[in-house]
């Protein structure tokens, strides 16, 4: 047998292991591109950490400028847990894309305004980072009244691009009211409006309103956040944050045909309707009991941004599947006695609590097919009678310094109740034939009276 040349065998071998080097190098690559790195029996996706790196861009910008972000992403809280939230810890070397990397190419944060100062430097240290940046401004709703109409524009949205992931920073104010509140994301003729994917952002389609979150900071990814400690309230607030302004040029001009009764009786009343409606609104989110501004109420915020000085009561709306027995009790030990109770909870109920010379009225609302309606009853001959509406749904609006909710329909609502002249004041009122939408719903059986009409 011939001999076999060393050097050939070894060339051979050097050969052979270089191919199959290279073929796993492939391979691995290949399986990365497609399934992303293994780390602990988590995986960190390509496009991910790249998100990622975004994410810790921007938050080192902000850093830097003090700016008092958090975390309002709709899918990364989403993903957080809900009853503990892990504190900051020991992170790992190469932290893992968890939460942040939700197969979307933005992450929401926001900014609360009264606590920085806005920095024209902002823009050049963001652009050190490679992030773009984009200024969305709007008027000041707070400075806008009826009698200033002209408002003062402020930042409302500050959106960071980079690579094609975007961080959308949405500007958060404090309003009278005690609450928070963002601005739409209306976009000016010489904006790029390709500059991120405006239809997929968890805000600004409409302006928003929100309690003011209790924060935590926590590790998120491996990265310090500060995010709401109660999450799942937040994300419950998001989905019906819907806010409608408050039409100040609509109110202007009412006034300017019908002259505000600014007498000292006017003034009075209008006080005494403030104090109640803070004061129900209190009880009843204490309890946990969800109402609207119904009625007169709600015209006068609609029509004139106020409480009409002649409607001499406070009314609201409530959901009957929201009634609660102790609503009666909760009301009265804060101070609100029963007046009178009509009907009851399968039909018609209402209830009524004396304020000091001012009451409210609270009307339960039924659905019923394509309609919701309230009922009435004339305590001297036990007649039903039903106020009919379309159906609607609840947004959140301020009046006399207060968040309250108001229909987001609000035109449809007010005219059916109070028809096509809604607009034109109508001092003698009888409720029981000048609303548009009310109709004859029989008569109470006597032997239900007793229950059915209560007056205190």
């Given at each position: 047998?011939?001999?076999?040349?060393?050097?050939?065998?070894?060339?051979?071998?050097?050969?052979?292991?270089?191919?199959?080097?290279?073929?796993?190098?492939?391979?691995?690559?290949?399986?990365?591109?497609?399934?992303?790195?293994q780390?602990?029996?988590?995986?960190?996706?390509?496009?991910?950490?790249?998100?990622?790196?975004?994410?810790?861009?921007?938050?080192?910008l902000?850093?830097k400028?003090?700016?008092?972000?958090?975390?309002?992403?709709?899918?990364?809280?989403?993903?957080?847990?809900?009853?503990s939230?892990?504190?900051?810890?020991?992170?790992?070397?190469?932290?893992?894309?968890?939460?942040?990397?939700?197969?979307?190419?933005?992450?929401?944060?926001?900014?609360?305004?009264?606590?920085?100062?806005?920095?024209?430097?902002?823009?050049?240290?963001?652009?050190?980072?490679?992030?773009?940046?984009?200024?969305?401004?709007?008027?000041?709703?707070?400075?806008?009244?009826?009698?200033?109409?002209?408002?003062?524009?402020?930042?409302?949205h500050?959106?960071?691009?980079?690579?094609?992931?975007?961080?959308?920073?949405?500007?958060?104010?404090?309003?009278s009211?005690?609450?928070?509140?963002?601005?739409?994301l209306?976009?000016?003729?010489?904006?790029?409006?390709?500059?991120?994917?405006?239809?997929?952002?968890d805000?600004?389609?409409?302006?928003?309103?929100?309690?003011?979150?209790?924060?935590?900071?926590?590790?998120?990814?491996?990265?310090?956040?500060?995010?709401?400690?109660?999450?799942?309230?937040?994300l419950?607030?998001?989905?019906?944050?819907?806010?409608?302004?408050?039409?100040?040029?609509?109110?202007?001009?009412?006034?300017?045909?019908?002259?505000?009764?600014?007498?000292p009786?006017?003034?009075?009343?209008r006080?005494?309707?403030?104090?109640?409606?803070?004061?129900?609104?209190?009880?009843?989110t204490?309890?946990?009991?969800p109402f609207?501004?119904?009625?007169?109420?709600?015209?006068g915020?609609?029509?004139?941004?106020?409480?009409?000085?002649?409607?001499?009561?406070v009314?609201?709306?409530?959901?009957?599947?929201?009634?609660?027995?102790?609503?009666?009790?909760?009301?009265?030990k804060?101070?609100?006695?029963?007046?009178?109770?009509f009907?009851?909870?399968?039909d018609?109920?209402?209830?009524?609590?004396?304020?000091?010379?001012?009451?409210?009225?609270?009307?339960?609302?039924?659905?019923?097919?394509?309609?919701?309606?309230?009922?009435?009853?004339?305590?001297?001959?036990?007649?039903?009678?039903?106020?009919?509406?379309?159906?609607?749904?609840?947004?959140?609006?301020?009046?006399?310094?207060?968040?309250?909710?108001?229909?987001?329909?609000?035109?449809?609502?007010?005219?059916?109740?109070?028809?096509?002249?809604?607009?034109?004041?109508?001092?003698?009122?009888?409720?029981?034939?000048?609303?548009?939408?009310?109709?004859?719903?029989?008569?109470w059986?006597?032997?239900?009276?007793?229950?059915?009409?209560?007056v205190?």
């Amino acid at each position: 047998m011939p001999r076999i040349n060393k050097t050939v065998v070894l060339a051979l071998l050097i050969a052979t292991s270089s191919v199959f080097l290279l073929f796993q190098l492939y391979y691995y690559r290949q399986y990365v591109s497609k399934y992303g790195i293994q780390s602990s029996g988590k995986a960190i996706q390509t496009g991910g950490d790249a998100h990622w790196q975004v994410v810790k861009k921007f938050l080192g910008l902000v850093t830097k400028y003090n700016l008092p972000v958090f975390l309002i992403d709709t899918a990364t809280l989403g993903l957080l847990p809900r009853d503990s939230i892990q504190p900051r810890d020991n992170q790992a070397e190469e932290p893992l894309c968890r939460s942040f990397c939700t197969h979307r190419d933005f992450t929401t944060f926001a900014l609360l305004a009264k606590l920085w100062k806005y920095d024209a430097s902002l823009v050049q240290a963001a652009a050190e980072r490679g992030l773009e940046l984009l200024d969305v401004r709007g008027k000041d709703p707070r400075l806008v009244g009826l009698d200033d109409l002209s408002g003062t524009e402020i930042p409302l949205h500050f959106l960071f691009r980079r690579n094609g992931h975007a961080i959308h920073l949405v500007v958060f104010y404090e309003r009278s009211g005690n609450y928070l509140w963002h601005g739409p994301l209306r976009l000016k003729a010489n904006m790029d409006r390709k500059f991120v994917s405006f239809r997929k952002l968890d805000y600004g389609r409409q302006a928003g309103a929100y309690d003011r979150p209790e924060l935590v900071l926590a590790s998120v990814d491996g990265l310090d956040v500060r995010i709401p400690k109660n999450i799942s309230r937040f994300l419950s607030e998001h989905a019906r944050a819907r806010f409608l302004e408050c039409r100040y040029k609509d109110a202007r001009a009412f006034y300017q045909l019908y002259p505000d009764d600014t007498s000292p009786e006017a003034m009075d009343f209008r006080m005494k309707a403030k104090s109640l409606l803070h004061l129900a609104a209190r009880t009843l989110t204490d309890l946990g009991v969800p109402f609207w501004l119904s009625s007169g109420t709600c015209l006068g915020w609609f029509r004139q941004c106020n409480v009409i000085p002649y409607s001499k009561d406070v009314d609201l709306g409530i959901w009957i599947k929201d009634y609660r027995p102790d609503i009666i009790q909760a009301l009265q030990k804060a101070g609100l006695p029963l007046k009178h109770k009509f009907g009851k909870v399968e039909d018609s109920l209402e209830l009524s609590f004396q304020g000091l010379d001012v009451k409210v009225d609270i009307f339960f609302f039924y659905e019923e097919g394509d309609i919701v309606w309230n009922g009435g009853t004339q305590a001297k001959s036990g007649k039903k009678f039903k106020y009919v509406f379309p159906r609607f749904t609840l947004c959140w609006t301020e009046l006399v310094e207060l968040k309250v909710r108001v229909p987001c329909e609000t035109l449809d609502y007010v005219e059916a109740n109070y028809g096509p002249n809604w607009n034109v004041p109508v001092k003698t009122w009888d409720w029981k034939t000048s609303p548009s939408n009310v109709k004859e719903n029989g008569v109470w059986p006597v032997r239900e009276w007793d229950e059915v009409i209560q007056v205190y």
